[in-house]
């Protein structure tokens, strides 16, 4: 059964940068994409970005320019940079894995797989 | 990008009885749409793809409808476990986005 385990520092100061990662156990790292999600207290889910196997990567606009989603594939990981964080980016974090296909005239794509998240608190 | 909303923020209901939410998007997301159920402390869960597709170990009484713009979540005499915040997920087009969140709780 696969399972992701993620780790990174819970506790920044203002300016200072959020490094998470995720690393993937008992299943297979090609054939799927992998992202990182996002929580601030008491709100909804963010989508932050994710990256393909092959490397290829997607951002949301609002972060694009402080975020780095990053794959070390002997390792079986991947990771999330967040430069210049603020209080805004308080808020607990997951790794996910995603899986995509199409066929015929339907595609899916869902995130089946889910880190248990970590908090990350932005205080000075 | 795709604004999801949906309502109600919280929905009381009775163990037993229906609960219907709704999630709509600022524009057509065929039926690229997933739902996801989180309980407190816990990651989200899936329930749905597809708009219709019920995951694997997704109990019968999970429905989903819907295409386009509009689109429903119904859950059938709720149990206890049901009790959670469920969020609907568009990946028609980049970025993804999800709604705020509908919070089911006990009457």
């Known amino acids: 059964q696969v399972q992701l385990q993620q780790w990174g520092a819970g506790l920044l100061k203002p300016s200072e940068t959020l490094s998470l990662t995720c690393s993937i156990y008992?299943?297979?790292?090609?054939?799927?994409?992998w992202t990182w999600i996002r929580q601030p207290p008491g709100k909804g889910l963010e989508w932050i970005g994710e990256?393909?196997?092959?490397?290829?990567?997607k951002y949301t606009p609002s972060l694009e320019s402080r975020v780095t989603i990053s794959l070390d594939t002997s390792k079986k990981q991947f990771s999330l940079q967040l430069r210049s964080v603020t209080a805004a980016d308080t808020a607990v974090y997951f790794c996910?894995?995603?899986?995509?296909?199409?066929?015929?005239?339907?595609?899916?794509?869902?995130?089946?797989?889910w880190g248990k998240g970590t908090t990350v608190t932005v205080s000075s | 990008e795709v604004v999801m909303t949906q309502s109600p923020a919280t929905l009381s209901v009775s163990p037993g009885e229906r609960a219907t939410l709704s999630c709509r998007a600022s524009q057509s997301v065929s039926s690229n749409l997933a739902w996801y159920q989180q309980k407190p402390g816990q990651a989200p869960r899936l329930l749905i793809y597809?708009?219709?597709t019920r995951a694997t170990g997704i109990p019968a009484r999970f429905n989903g409808i819907g295409s386009g713009t509009e689109f429903t979540l119904t859950i059938i005499s709720l149990q206890s476990e049901d009790f959670a915040v469920y969020h609907c997920q568009q990946y028609n087009a980049w970025p993804r986005t999800f709604g705020q969140g509908t919070k089911v709780e006990i009457k």
């Open positions: 597809g708009a219709s």
């Open positions: 008992g299943g297979s790292f090609t054939g799927y994409s």
């Open positions: 990256i393909s196997h092959g490397g290829t990567t």
């Open positions: 996910a894995r995603v899986y995509s296909t199409s066929f015929n005239y339907y595609y899916y794509y869902y995130m089946d797989v």
